[in-house]
C-alpha cells in the first residue's frame, strides 16, 4: 500500500486523483497497486492531512468547489513543508508551481521529502533542469526513488523509453518537437495564417498563456533539453549553455517559402554528442518531409533517438493535458510500486 502526499492539486494533481479513482480495481487487479492519500497542500485552496488515509472524491469535490482545509476532521492550516515534515506519506507527488530561475518553492520540497527517505514524484521542471545531479544524489543517499517522467513530453513515455526500452544502446542524439504550443502556431502559419493570429487561437484554445514568453521564445523547451541532457546522457549542462532561439522571428512568408522547398519549419530541441562533450540547443528548424518530425502537427510532441543498436527510434504523443500529464505521475507511481 503506497501512501501518497499530494503537494500542489491543481489541473495535473486532480488528473492524477481521477486516474487513480477512475482505474483504481484494475491497478490493484493488474499491477498489484494499491494507495491511501494521507496528505494534500495546496498554495491556494489549503491542506488537509490524515496519516489514516483521506477520502479521495471528497478531496477532488472540496478542491473543485471550496477549500481543502474544509476536510473535516483533518488537521488543516499547514503549508507545504510542514505537510511534508508530518505525513507518514511513502510518496511525494510535487506539482506544485516553481519559479524557472530559482526552481522554488518546489526546490524545498524535493529535498524536504528526500531528506526524510520519501520517495518522489514530479513534473516541475524547475529543481529537475537546475538540480537534477543534486537532487538524483539525495534520493540515493536516503536509499528513495526520484522520478520525473512528466517534466519532458507529459505522460508519453520519453525517460521511461530511454531508462528501460533502450537500455543498452549508446544514445548519440535526440531531437524533437518538445513545445506543443509552438508546433500548433508552425502548423497554423503552414495553412495560411499569421503569426499574431495563430497565437491568439492557441492563447484561445488554451494552449498557449496570456504571456506566452515562456513557450514562444524556448524557455520551456530549454528546460526539457537540460532534463534529457542530464538524465539521458549524464552531461553536466546548464541553461545557459544551451543555444536558444524562439520563432518569433518567423515570418508567413519563411513558412510558404520553406514549403515551396519540401521543408517544413520546426521549433527543435536538440542534445547531442560530439567527441567528449553534449552541446544542447532549441532553436527553429527546416526539416525535410520525409523526416518523421515533419508528419507531427498540432499540440503534438515528438522526439527521435540516434541509437547504435537500433538506429533511429522515433516516438509521438501529447505533451500537455491535465490526464495526460496526470497520467506521467501515475507511470512513476507503478515503476515505484514494481520496486517494491
Known amino acids: 500500500m503506497q501512501k501518497l502526499a499530494f503537494i500542489g ?8 486523483a481521477e486516474i487513480l479513482l477512475e482505474k483504481k480495481e484494475i491497478l490493484n487487479k493488474e499491477n498489484g497497486f494499491e494507495y491511501s492519500v494521507v496528505a494534500v497542500s495546496d498554495f491556494t485552496k489549503g491542506s488537509a492531512l490524515d496519516n489514516n488515509g483521506l477520502d479521495l472524491e471528497k478531496l477532488l ?17 499547514l503549508d507545504a513543508l510542514e505537510t511534508i515534515k508530518k505525513t507518514n506519506a511513502d510518496v511525494v507527488i510535487e506539482v506544485s508551481y516553481t519559479d524557472i530561475k530559482t526552481a522554488e518553492p518546489a526546490n524545498s520540497h524535493f529535498r524536504a521529502a528526500l531528506e526524510r527517505g520519501k520517495h518522489l514524484v514530479t513534473t516541475n521542471k ?36 530511454a531508462e528501460m526500452c533502450l537500455a543498452g544502446n549508446e544514445i548519440s542524439e535526440i531531437r524533437g518537437i518538445l513545445n506543443g504550443t509552438t508546433n500548433f502556431i508552425l502548423t497554423n502559419m503552414e495553412k495560411g495564417k499569421s503569426y499574431k ?20 521564445e524556448g524557455f520551456d523547451a530549454l528546460a526539457k533539453v537540460v532534463i534529457l541532457a542530464k538524465s539521458v546522457m549524464g552531461a553536466e549542462i546548464n541553461p545557459e549553455d544551451v543555444d536558444r532561439t524562439g520563432i518569433t522571428g518567423i ?18 530541441g536538440k542534445v547531442k554528442r560530439e567527441g567528449g562533450a553534449v552541446k544542447a540547443s532549441v532553436k527553429p528548424e527546416k526539416v525535410a518531409l520525409t ?26 504523443g501529447p505533451g500537455a493535458g491535465k490526464k495526460e500529464t496526470g497520467y506521467s505521475l501515475l507511470i512513476d507511481l507503478l515503476a515505484i510500486n514494481m520496486k517494491g
Open 126 to 161: 524547475g529543481p529537475t533542469a537546475l538540480f537534477f545531479r543534486e537532487i538524483s544524489d539525495l534520493a540515493k543517499a536516503n536509499k528513495a526513488e526520484f522520478r520525473y517522467e512528466g517534466t519532458v513530453v507529459a505522460g508519453t513515455p520519453v525517460i521511461n523509453l
Open 197 to 216: 493570429d495563430a497565437l491568439k487561437e492557441a492563447q484561445e484554445l488554451g494552449f498557449a498563456e496570456a504571456d506566452p514568453t515562456a513557450d514562444v
Open 61 to 77: 469535490e472540496l478542491a473543485k468547489n471550496g477549500k481543502i482545509s474544509d476536510y473535516p476532521g483533518a488537521t488543516t492550516g
Open 251 to 268: 515570418s508567413l512568408d519563411d513558412v510558404k517559402k520553406a514549403a515551396d522547398a519540401g521543408l517544413r519549419w520546426k521549433l527543435i
Open 9 to 16: 492539486f491543481g489541473v495535473v494533481g486532480q488528473g492524477l
Open 291 to 316: 523526416d518523421p518530425l515533419a508528419s507531427v502537427g498540432g499540440a503534438t510532441n515528438a522526439l527521435t533517438f540516434e541509437t547504435d543498436l537500433l538506429g533511429p527510434v522515433t516516438i509521438v
